[in-house]
């Protein structure tokens, strides 16, 4: 029976072959069909979703098997490595200890340029002509001796046969262009010498007036923590100063804010410090990434009576339960405000700390680090904006390359003989 159904096959015409194989192909797709279908539908159960997290979650920093397969020789050849790893990250933390005595060197270094930079804001200083000249740059406008040296080469092509034709059609058109270059120049002059005019009649202002305010509206980080009621008191602001801890005490740095006399407080200086560790850990040495921010401690504000924006008044209607009479209540309770900077969360001794006051506490860290690192050493470029540019720049180029990333994806899709386009 076994050699009938073999010589069955055997002489089976070779189209009907290729009905079963189609058959065949058929089948599978209908089988991957029901498949996706059926993953989709597990993805959508949230039930399953939380399932599979949690799996998912153990799984974190669980041991993948292969070290336990090692044989002990190799092992205990590994524990030598990691003990060299140790020794590594110690010799790490002495080299940012170091980065931190060339910051305290350079910091000094760089002050008086920064002391020069806050004089000319508040107008202690004024520049001298040789100081304020700055060269733009070289793409900008088209200056009217470049225009007049386009026009000469254009001229020169009358000795040429080829352009003796054009020369003469555009002769005329060239001279209108140099008198509108030259009429243009004229009028540049005369709307700088009007400008002037009206400068000099104008009360002349002092230094750069609301300098350091002006920094923060253009900084997203910080403009985020603005308040309309905090920009008046922040127009005070004269100087941002960074002082590092001295040598041989434990490494932090301080940012000290400087206010000229206002009428909200009676500070002068409002100060942030911020306490740093740079030794590796040791119940976890190997998660040693450099210096990283302990602490912070702010400053008490010292608020003239009702100028206090970091808290509010409200008031709140309360019915009497028996008797059926309102009273209004006045409560005091925190407000939105860039001062609340000054006041972060203590940490604790035990160092554990809400979530609330994790987020909190992690911002304002990214904060301090960033006006350390990018805001006092470069505020004029954060002032006109070029600082910001940079950054926008930076960013476009990341979203470019995922943008091209996509593209090769959208591709292999296509490419892909199964791909069935979405609709």
């Not at 044989?71 to 490595?81: D, G, H």
């Not at 793409?139 to 386009?150: A, D, I, N």
């Amino acid at each position: 029976m076994a050699d009938l159904d073999n010589k069955d096959q055997t002489e089976m015409d070779p189209a009907d072959m290729e009905d079963v194989e189609e058959v065949e192909e058929e089948e599978t797709g209908e089988d991957n069909s029901k498949a996706r279908q059926l993953t989709m539908q597990m993805m959508q159960n949230p039930q399953i979703l939380a399932a599979l997290q949690e799996r998912l979650d153990g799984l974190v920093g669980s041991p993948s098997g292969y070290m336990e397969s090692l044989p002990k020789v190799v092992k205990r050849r590994v524990n030598a490595l990691k003990n060299l790893q140790v020794k590594c990250a110690h010799i790490e933390a002495k080299f940012y200890e170091e980065v931190h005595e060339l910051e305290r060197k350079y910091a000094a270094l760089y002050q008086p340029l920064f002391d020069k930079r806050s004089d000319i804001v508040r107008a202690a200083y004024e520049p001298t002509d040789e100081e304020c000249e700055w060269k733009p740059d070289e793409e900008e406008e088209l200056t009217v001796s470049k225009q007049v040296q386009v026009i000469h080469t254009c001229m020169l092509f009358k000795y040429h046969r080829v352009y003796i034709l054009l020369y003469k059609l555009f002769s005329h058109s060239l001279t209108l262009c140099f008198g509108l270059c030259l009429h243009q120049e004229e009028m540049k002059e005369k709307a700088k010498v009007e400008e002037e005019k009206k400068d000099e009649e104008k009360e002349d202002p002092k230094g750069i007036p609301e300098f350091w305010l002006t920094v923060f509206k253009n900084v997203d980080l910080l403009s985020e923590m603005l308040q309309e009621h905090d920009e008046p008191i922040l127009k005070h602001l004269q100087d941002i100063k960074v002082k590092f801890s001295d040598a041989g005490q434990p490494m932090s740095f301080t940012l000290e804010f400087h206010f000229e006399p206002n009428d909200f407080f009676t500070n002068t200086v409002l100060t942030k410090t911020y306490k740093m560790r740079s030794e590796p850990d040791e119940s976890d040495p190997f998660s040693f990434d450099g210096p990283e921010i302990m602490g912070c401690t702010g400053c008490t504000i010292d608020w003239v009576k009702g100028k206090n924006v970091t808290l509010k008044t409200i008031k709140k209607k309360q019915k009497h339960k028996g008797r059926g009479t309102v009273r209004t209540v006045t409560k005091t309770v925190p407000n939105d405000s860039f001062f609340n900077f000054f006041s972060p969360p203590e940490v604790p001794e035990s160092g554990e700390l809400d979530e609330d006051s994790e987020a909190v506490l992690a911002a304002d860290f990214e904060i301090g680090h960033f006006i350390r690192e990018r805001i006092v050493p470069r505020a004029v470029l954060y002032f006109t904006g070029e600082a910001i540019e940079d950054d926008d720049d930076d960013y476009d180029e990341e979203g470019e390359e995922a943008d091209d990333e996509e593209g090769e994806e959208e591709a292999d899709e296509e490419n892909d003989p199964d791909y069935e386009p979405k609709v």
